[in-house]
């Protein structure tokens, strides 16, 4: 029969793929070690950094795994800095990508430095770097001077005339100074402040548009890059533009300030004087009713003087007498006054007497 065979053939296949199997397991598992051995170890950096002369070793390209710091932007720099003769060390440029720099930046830096003739070292230039600036332009900007152009600066002279100045200031980067120095705005300040005090020195609009070069020549005198990161080369008008007359303008409004204040002042004694009008109406008022008062006590004293027989009859008739006689000689001079509108006509013409 065919079964025994059979199963006997079955089994010896089985066999040989166990066998199989444990023959190539040794040589996957070295590949593997291998693959994860070259991805932890940059085999390939390593080799082109010996063929470019840097000497590192394959325990300092481990260590920096370990360090979380990836090789390639160590050991590339470093073979720049190799090539173009700048002595640093792996060590330093490794300490100062952990400080958060950017290695490759300053290695170029350093390298246009050198090119350049420009004193800078490894330290200064990390500093600088650190400090938030960017090495490699202010590098660029020393050799190759940067050119400011300020906005459109206002400043009026003496006789009031407004004068728009626009200038352009040539600054060239100072390394020695980048650490702490005042950038861009400050030199734009600066040179504004003093194109403001140039032409607000000046008697008249027009000496400042025959001689422009007064205010470039001025603001050079007063030392404006001082503490500043830039060194000035040079300052040039580049436009000045006739403004407003602010001095007639400001004499305008003084004259609106002042007439204002002179209406305030007119209300104030106008609203004085029209209170002081109704007191002393009020007062008129009241002295009025003492009078009326007063009058009417006359009559209760008067009787008063006839029970006590202080006066006779024929003495309060005679008083009576007295007073018809003095309201009709009152109404008689009202009578023979002028008018009001008979004043200022002068006297009467009288008639002549005959001859």
Partial sequence: MDGPPLVALMMDGGTSEKMLIIAWLPIIIIFVFLLLLFNFIPVGLWISAWAAGVKVS???????????V????????????????????IDKLEAHHLAGGNVDRVVDALIAAHRAEIDLSFERAAAIDLAGRNVLEAVQVSVNPYVIETPMISAVAKNGIE???KARVTVRANIDRLVGGAG????????????VTTVGSSENHAEVL????????????KGLDAGTAFEILSIDI????????????LQKDQAEADKDIAQAKAAERRFAAQALEQEMKARVQEMRARVVEAEAEVPLALAE???????????YYTMRNLLADTHMRESIAREGSPGPGEEGRGIKETPEEPR
């Fill in 58 to 68: 394959i325990i300092t390209l481990i260590g920096m795994r370990l360090r979380r």
């Fill in 70 to 89: 990836a090789p390639i932007r160590i050991i590339l720099p470093m073979i720049k800095a190799h090539k173009a003769d700048i002595p640093v060390s």
């Fill in 163 to 165: 004068l728009k100045v």
């Fill in 184 to 195: 861009e705005p400050t030199i734009i300040a600066r040179v504004g402040e003093g194109i």
């Fill in 210 to 221: 025959e001689n422009p070069d007064s205010i470039s020549n001025t603001v050079l005198e």
């Fill in 238 to 249: 580049a436009d000045i533009d006739v403004g407003r007359n602010i001095g007639a303008r």
């Fill in 305 to 315: 003087a006839l029970r006590e027989g202080r006066i006779g009859v024929m003495d």
